[in-house]
Structure formats: C-alpha cells, structure tokens
C-alpha cells in the first residue's frame, strides 16, 4: 500500500469528482484490506447519484459509491487466518454487528448497526482501497473472474430471494417483473433451481428478447394502459390478459407458483397479487415508492404470502459463487461496458442511458479499480 488513496467522490447529486486520500490505516485483527479491482453499477447507486436517495437511505455529502465489488487483498488481520496477500475476493458490502439480536438469530441483514457501503454515509467502493471484514471477503475460484465476482453481489440478492425467502420447489413456475440485472439473475438461480417455466415481464422489449435468449425464459411486453384507467383497473386487467395469453391458471400444473417482483413499480405489484397463484408466493425485491396501494381483496382470498427480501444473508454469497463456478449460472452475457476509473462519469451517463458510446446496449456497467 502506498500513501494515497484515490476516490471517485459525489459531492452533489449528479456530480463526481475525482480526489486522493490519505490511505486507511492498517486492518483490525480480523479485517483485511482489499484493492477494488472492479466495481459494479447498480440501480440504487443510479438512485442516490440522480436522486439523492435509493429508498430510506439519504445521499451524505461527500459519498464514495459502489458496492458490487471484487478485488485483490493487500493487507491481512493479525487473527485473519483464511485470506492471504494477493487473494482474489468478492466483497460482501455490509458489514452487521454481529452483536444484536437480528444478527445472533442468524438474520444479519435485518441488523439494527449495519453498516452498507455507499449507503448512509459509509463510503462504497469506488476507490484504490476498502477494509472490511474478513469473513466477508469471499476468495474466488480460478475459473470465476473479477468482474464475474463483482457480480456476485447482485446475484445473492437473487439467491436471497429465490432459495432463501421463497424456498423455491422443484418444476415450480414461476413469474418475474423486471429485466434489469437483479431480475435477469433472478430467472437465472430460479433455472439453475429447476424451475419449470419462467415468465419474464418487462416494459422494454430488448431486455425481455435478452431474458429469452439468456435463460430461455417466456416473455411479456407490458399492454398500455387505456386512457384515464385506474392503475388498480390496469394491473386487474393485465394480470388477467397475462394469465390468458400463457394458459395459466389459479390453481394446478399450469399456475404461478412464485412471482418475484424487482422492478419495484406500483402496478407491477398489483399485478404480480392478481397473477400468482392460490396459495402461492409473493417476494418483493424492488425498492419502489415509499406506499403501494395493493388488491387486498384479492391478496386476502387467495391467501398469498407477500414476502419482503432484503439484500441477502448466510449463505448467499457461498452459493452464488458455487452456482457460477460450477456453470449452472453464466454472468459473462450481463457484463456489457467496462470504463477505466478516471472515466467513472462516463460509466455512470452510460447506466443512466442503458447504451453504451459504442452502440450497444448497457446490462451492467463496470468500472475498473483505480490501482
């Protein structure tokens, strides 16, 4: 480690700047230090960039961003005993306390002290150096990359949704909302899981083309609204034409086992409640706005069980390295742009636009560490 510390800063919204600091101070005893060597954009650092806000968490001024991160280990803990200098790692960017009753229940995720990167005033990864716990740093296998590590992060947030909060069955169906990223691995682990049929919804007709290609999935353009329609008259109507255009029912083989819902829209959800099945499964992933009205009626008759999935939690990110590493998921087709660090702005215009300078579309943008 040398003395300085470049940083790619927020300092307002929709403003970066570029600025050294002095290196951080050697590792506790069980804490390494770790060179970012790519980092991933996602849709709540696009949130807090644009917006000033990704859900409760408020932009504070100044901000390191990122958080879907691999690297390189430069410095290890005097206790650390499973890392060395030099291992490649994906980082796991929150760090719990390990102390409260949450974290002792073995839901870390829902600690009342965590601390996330790039959220609530912790600096995220966009910089030449990051300590975190060492048991949170995940040495990769040989035949995983480092871009493909920083895509572990999102892809345990699909493993938490999936295989942790759903506790998807085998030759189960099920529905998505949402062909971003998270939604795009989430048909992924619930392929690589034996789901029978997944049904990918989406408003952009190359992102699903993208979904049919990647996992096979069938796909759903949204139908328009008609003019003046209520959204809960919409989302009525549409889960219904959905439920006819695929042969799908309330009940039985041919019913929505799981809808999974990652794209956080209002009507989505209204939607998602009208096409799963009796009985069936409902997990949020979205962050969307702040109150969603809901069909309760209809959530009520058929006795769904609505699940909110919070990142991810133990496990996840085990599994999410195991899936990629044994072939059952294959990130290289989402890993689309990757900038060199002094260009960060131009990484970020890039996911505001989903196309890059050179034409094509953006899925996931990377930025390479500045070391």
């Known amino acids: 480690m040398n003395g300085v510390n470049h940083c790619c800063v927020m300092t307002k919204i929709n403003t970066l700047v570029m600025e050294d600091r002095a290196a951080p101070p050697g590792p506790g005893p069980y804490d390494v230090v770790v060179v970012p060597k790519m980092t991933g954009l996602c849709g709540s650092d696009m949130h807090v960039f644009l917006e000033g806000r990704a859900g409760e968490s408020l932009f504070s001024d100044p901000l390191v961003l990122g958080h879907e991160c691999a690297g390189v280990v430069a410095q290890v803990g005097s206790n650390v005993k499973t890392l060395k200098v030099g291992d ?8 719990a306390c390990l102390r409260c009753e949450n974290c002792k229940s073995g839901d870390y995720n829902q600690c009342g002290d965590f601390k996330f990167a790039a959220a609530d005033g912790f600096d995220g990864t966009l910089q030449g150096y990051y300590t975190l716990p060492a048991d949170i740093a995940y040495k990769l296998p040989d035949n995983v990359s480092l871009a493909e590590g920083a895509l572990m992060e999102p892809l345990a947030v699909a493993v938490m949704s999936v295989s942790k909060v759903a ?55 949204a139908i328009p609204m008609n003019p003046g329609e209520a959204r809960e008259d919409y ?40 096409l799963v099945k009796r009985r069936g499964k409902f997990v949020q992933v979205g962050a969307g706005p702040a109150h969603n009205l809901i069909p309760m009626s209809i ?42 660090f002094k260009d960060a702005i131009l990484a970020f215009e890039t996911t505001k636009k989903a196309m890059g300078p050179d034409g094509k579309p953006a899925i996931k943008v990377m930025i390479e560490g500045p070391i």
């Open 88 to 95: 490649r790692v994906a980082l796991e960017p929150g760090a």
């Open 167 to 221: 506790k998807i069955g085998h030759n189960q169906n099920v529905a998505i909302f949402g062909a971003g990223p998270v939604g795009l691995l989430t048909m992924a682990v619930a392929k690589a899981l034996g789901a029978r049929r997944i049904l990918a919804i989406d408003v952009n007709a190359s992102r699903l083309e993208f979904a049919k290609q990647y996992v096979g999935a069938e796909t759903h353009l």
């Open 235 to 274: 989302s009525k109507r549409h889960g219904k034409y959905i439920m006819e255009k695929f042969g799908l029912g309330e009940r039985g083989l041919e019913a929505i086992d799981l809808v999974v819902e990652c794209s956080g829209a209002e009507v989505c959800v209204q939607t998602g409640i009208w």
């Open 299 to 340: 959530f009520v008759n058929k006795e769904v069980t609505m699940i909110g999935s919070l990142r991810y939690g133990p496990g996840c990110y085990p599994m999410a390295i195991d899936l990629v590493s044994r072939g059952l998921v294959d990130l290289k087709p989402l890993h689309t742009h990757t900038f060199p």
